[in-house]
């Protein structure tokens, strides 16, 4: 009854409520006494309160943790037409289920046929989802995710291991994207600076996996960013570490050499200054099965000049695959860009973004110089697959 209303809302149908609900239906009633409880014994004797409080903040729990898990299942729902019309049409197929459904109760092994097949459009196993969709490829090296405006790579090293530069926005999209690629296990999750498209969604990646370390540039602004990583750190007992220019590490196949920012970058930002936090964005270079990548956080023209003349920039020259600074804005330095002469770059954007992002002439200017240009508005997912020169991409 409450579904067409739903979907007028959210544009969404959702495949786990009802289920979600009967699991969470034996919570409600004690923690709604328990609340209304609390509410009542507050204004006389607040050490009750605290006590009834406490006691239904369990169940309250209990029916929060079944939301969360319910909506991170990959097939927890299916866009939908936001509109009355769509409303209409949903009321229509409900009832049409209904019907259906009543006919399949007299067929008890057609009604665990389908149970089968519903709980498997909901959980999407990863080596059910690469069978039928392909995805991820086999032989993947690198992923982009799709996590709207922001920015969450992934870095195969090993079976079931990945390191994680960004995280993205939204800790339910970066989650999504580390369960279809079956990560259980992060050696490092490396954040190229504080701006919250690049750390929100820190949660969806120690959700559920073994996290050895978070590294972080030394420019903490935003302040409240800053913070927010260092909580999540220490909840988890996660050591933090500053990444600076000059560090190298490995982790399985993977190589990576730390080219930006200096060992000594400033510890504030002068009102005025051009880059900020983005100049701050640790850069990496990386090196797995032959390939090489050059990945740029937000670098803006004054530290991407700086890193072209940096000791470093003779191995800049010429990767095989470009993370685009700053999710292709026009805040690039073009000499730049010719000299690292991409074979691919990559785009990390939101579908509509009010930014303008990627612009028009940053495009133009990588496609001008021979660079096959894919972004996630419009190709989804992008993984880089193969070895050395033979580097091919797929999309999700």
């Given at each position: 009854?409450?579904?067409?209303?739903?979907?007028?809302?959210?544009?969404?149908?959702?495949?786990?409520?009802?289920?979600?609900?009967?699991l969470?239906?034996?919570?409600?009633?004690?923690?709604?006494?328990?609340?209304?409880?609390?509410?009542?014994?507050?204004?006389?004797?607040?050490?009750?309160?605290?006590?009834?409080?406490?006691?239904?903040?369990?169940?309250?729990?209990?029916?929060?943790?079944?939301?969360?898990?319910?909506?991170?299942?990959?097939?927890?729902g299916?866009?939908?037409?936001?509109?009355?019309?769509?409303?209409?049409?949903?009321?229509?197929?409900?009832?049409?289920?209904?019907?259906?459904?009543?006919?399949?109760?007299?067929?008890?092994?057609?009604?665990?046929?389908?149970?089968?097949?519903?709980?498997?459009?909901?959980?999407?196993?990863?080596?059910?989802?690469?069978?039928?969709?392909?995805?991820?490829?086999?032989?993947?090296?690198?992923?982009?995710?799709?996590?709207?405006?922001?920015?969450?790579?992934?870095?195969?090293?090993?079976?079931?291991?990945?390191?994680?530069?960004?995280?993205?926005?939204?800790?339910?999209?970066?989650?999504?994207?580390?369960?279809?690629?079956?990560?259980?296990?992060?050696?490092?999750?490396?954040?190229?600076?504080?701006?919250?498209?690049?750390v929100?969604?820190?949660?969806?990646?120690?959700?559920?996996?073994?996290?050895?370390a978070?590294?972080?540039?030394?420019?903490?602004?935003?302040?409240?960013?800053?913070?927010?990583?260092?909580?999540?750190?220490?909840?988890?007992?996660?050591?933090?570490?500053?990444?600076?220019?000059?560090?190298?590490?490995?982790?399985?196949?993977?190589?990576?050499?730390?080219?930006?920012p200096?060992?000594?970058?400033?510890?504030?930002?002068?009102?005025?200054?051009?880059?900020?936090?983005?100049?701050?964005?640790?850069?990496?270079?990386?090196?797995?099965?032959?390939?090489?990548?050059?990945?740029?956080?937000?670098?803006?023209?004054?530290?991407?000049?700086?890193?072209?003349?940096?000791?470093?920039a003779a191995?800049?020259?010429?990767?095989?695959?470009l993370k685009?600074?700053?999710?292709?804005?026009?805040?690039?330095?073009?000499?730049?860009?010719?000299?690292?002469?991409?074979?691919?770059?990559?785009?990390?954007?939101?579908?509509?973004?009010?930014?303008?992002?990627?612009?028009?002439?940053?495009?133009?200017?990588?496609?001008?110089?021979?660079?096959?240009?894919?972004?996630?508005?419009?190709?989804?997912?992008?993984?880089?697959t193969?070895?050395g020169?033979?580097?091919r991409?797929?999309?999700?």
């Open positions: 009854m409450c579904a067409p209303v739903v979907a007028v809302l959210s544009a969404r149908v959702s495949l786990v409520g009802v289920p979600c609900n009967l969470a239906e034996f919570a409600v009633a004690p923690a709604t006494v328990l609340g209304f409880a609390a509410l009542a014994a507050a204004p006389v004797a607040m050490p009750l309160a605290e006590s009834l409080a406490w006691c239904g903040g369990w169940p309250a729990e209990w029916i929060a943790g079944i939301a969360r898990t319910g909506a991170r299942l990959p097939g927890a299916v866009d939908w037409p936001g509109s009355w019309a769509g409303a209409a049409l949903l009321a229509l197929v409900t009832v049409g289920v209904l019907l259906a459904g009543r006919r399949l109760l007299r067929h008890p092994w057609w009604c665990g046929l389908c149970a089968l097949l519903l709980i498997l459009v909901v959980v999407q196993p990863p080596p059910l989802a690469r069978v039928i969709k392909g995805w991820p490829p086999p032989d993947w090296r690198m992923v982009m995710c799709d996590v709207g405006q922001g920015d969450a790579l992934v870095l195969a090293a090993g079976e079931g291991t990945a390191v994680v530069v960004d995280t993205g926005p939204d800790p339910a999209l970066v989650d999504h994207c580390l369960r279809s690629l079956g990560i259980t296990r992060v050696p490092l999750v490396l954040l190229t600076h504080y701006h919250a498209d690049h929100a969604g820190l949660p969806g990646v120690l959700r559920g996996r073994s996290v050895g978070i590294g972080t540039t030394a420019l903490e602004e935003p302040a409240d960013q800053a913070e927010f990583v260092r909580r999540q750190a220490t909840a988890r007992h996660i050591p933090l570490r500053r990444a600076s220019a000059g560090e190298q590490r490995r982790s399985g196949p993977l190589s990576w050499q730390v080219v930006w200096p060992p000594s970058p400033p510890t504030t930002t002068a009102p005025g200054t051009e880059g900020g936090p983005n100049d701050a964005s640790v850069t990496l270079l990386v090196r797995t099965a032959g390939i090489r990548l050059l990945l740029l956080g937000d670098l803006e023209p004054p530290a991407q000049r700086e890193l072209a003349r940096s000791p470093a191995a800049l020259k010429g990767v095989d695959v685009v600074a700053h999710h292709g804005s026009a805040h690039q330095d073009f000499a730049f860009l010719r000299q690292v002469a991409p074979r691919l770059a990559l785009i990390s954007c939101g579908e509509d973004n009010t930014y303008g992002h990627p612009a028009p002439g940053t495009v133009a200017a990588l496609r001008a110089q021979g660079a096959t240009v894919l972004r996630t508005d419009r190709d989804g997912a992008l993984a880089v193969g070895k020169r033979e580097l991409v797929a999309g999700d």
